[in-house]
């Protein structure tokens, strides 16, 4: 059974900081890109970051770039976003999911949720 | 403002044949095959249509389609356990990154 489990989430302040963990089980991670695509409350979802099987690749939503940065560890089954400045506008459950070689998200996790306020 | 524009609401009656549509651009679904998600309930989001290809385990009253730069989604034989809020997403090819719709929130009456 494939799950993706999220964790790291919580309260922070703005400008602070924060890791979020995504810890992958039931399929090959080294040969799978992962992403993550956040949901502020009452909103839409939106594509934060993906990273590529081996993590030589990544790509950022514009909102984000050079705030936040995605990693893995292949020997961990665990892909990172840690997220720098943070903003009140960063609030939201970010998911973690894995891309099918850019063509779908076919497994989510179910989310970790992020709230920025002073 | 979403890259993808979804209607932000439809309606249907059980039995009914509703279809939703995603409007993008060259760069997006012009070139790319569209992901379609359902959420219940601000869960999480759920796959339910890859293209024209249904993922493992979902009902075939499910069918997705594109013409040009726009898919849909077409539900027929609509289901009280189809109300959900629908997501269309691609690569988009100029962004270099994934783009989503709005969202279409669809009630069963």
Redesign the interface.
Known sequence: EVQLLESGGGLVQPGGSLRLSCVVTGFRFSSNAL?W?R?PPGK????VS?ISSTGGNT???DSVKGRFTISRDNSRNTVFLQMNSLRVEDTA?Y?CAKDRA?????Y????ALVAVSS | Q?ALTQEASLSGTVGQKVTLSCTGNGNNIGR??V?W?Q?IS??????VM??DSL?SGIPDRFSGSKSGTTAFLTISGLQPEDEA?Y?C?T?DASL????????TRLTVL
């Open positions: 992403a695509v949901q839409g979802l939106e594509w993906v790509y950022y939503a459950t998911y850019r063509e779908f998200f076919d989510w996790g179910q989310g | 979403s790319f095959s992901g998600y959420q601000r869960g999480a989001p759920k796959p890859f293209g993922p809020d997501y997403s690569w270099s990154g994934w783009v989503f719709g709005g969202g």
